[in-house]
């Protein structure tokens, strides 16, 4: 059992928009930033959003990033079939790092 | 560029020991911390710990005390993952994982008689 809460799957059409939602305490989302990671099939993990809305250089800006209290969202515009991937949200929680379950996206 | 370089597969039998290195280059190494997380296979990732590269202070997650080691080689930028009396559970791909940024590619530890 994770300690934040991402909802097992998503999927959408290519051209749409989804977003996954992670839900966590005030221990963590709610007074740190919060994270997420990209895991492509068999490849490791890659960070898409730090400090809850901050994108690393390379990653498209269709990627977007929200916090707001104890929940935190991933928005993907103009979904493409190379997105299909597990997605984790993170956050620190009293010096502990906590992900998420994972969300695995389908793009249909 | 950032690079984490990690060692490949093992294959191990119930009882015996493990050690996973984790080489950095592209940064200076002491500059940033190193976690290390653990994935089952078709699970989700899990947060082992982390050690600090100026200190070599480790921090080990609920779970992962006991059997498991963080340590580090400052003068070749690599950190290591030791686990010592394996069991068929800690089969699973470890990574390393610079401060909330890069990760290495990971290793895959089988542990099976």
């Known amino acids: 059992q994770s300690v934040l809460t991402q909802p097992p799957s998503a999927s959408g059409t290519p051209g749409q928009r989804v977003t996954i939602s992670c839900s966590g305490s005030?221990?963590?989302?709610?007074?740190?930033?919060v994270y997420w990671y990209q895991q492509l099939p068999g490849t490791a993990p890659k960070l898409l959003i730090y400090r809850n809305n901050q994108r690393p250089s390379g990653v498209p800006d269709r990627f977007s990033g929200s916090k707001s209290g104890t929940s935190a969202s991933l928005a993907i515009s103009g979904l493409r079939s190379e997105d299909e991937a597990d997605y984790y949200c993170?956050?620190?929680?009293?010096?502990?790092?906590?992900f998420g379950g994972g969300t695995k996206l389908t793009v249909l | 560029q950032v690079q984490l370089v990690q060692s490949g597969s093992e294959l191990k039998k119930p009882g015996a020991s493990v050690k996973v290195s984790c080489k950095a280059s592209g940064y200076t190494f002491t500059s940033y911390a190193m976690n290390w997380v653990r994935q089952a296979p078709g699970q989700g990732l899990e947060w082992m710990g982390w050690?600090?590269?100026?200190?070599?202070?480790?921090t080990y997650a609920q779970g992962f005390t006991g059997r498991f080691v963080f340590s580090l080689d400052t003068s070749v930028s690599t950190a290591y993952l030791q686990i010592s009396s394996l069991k068929a559970e800690d089969t699973a791909v470890y990574y390393c994982?610079?401060?909330?940024?890069?990760w290495g590619q990971g290793t895959l530890v089988t542990v099976s008689s």
């Open positions: 005030s221990s963590n989302i709610g007074s740190n930033y």
């Open positions: 050690i600090n590269t100026n200190t070599g202070n480790p």
């Open positions: 993170a956050a620190w929680d009293d010096s502990l790092k906590v």
């Open positions: 994982a610079r401060d909330d940024d890069y």
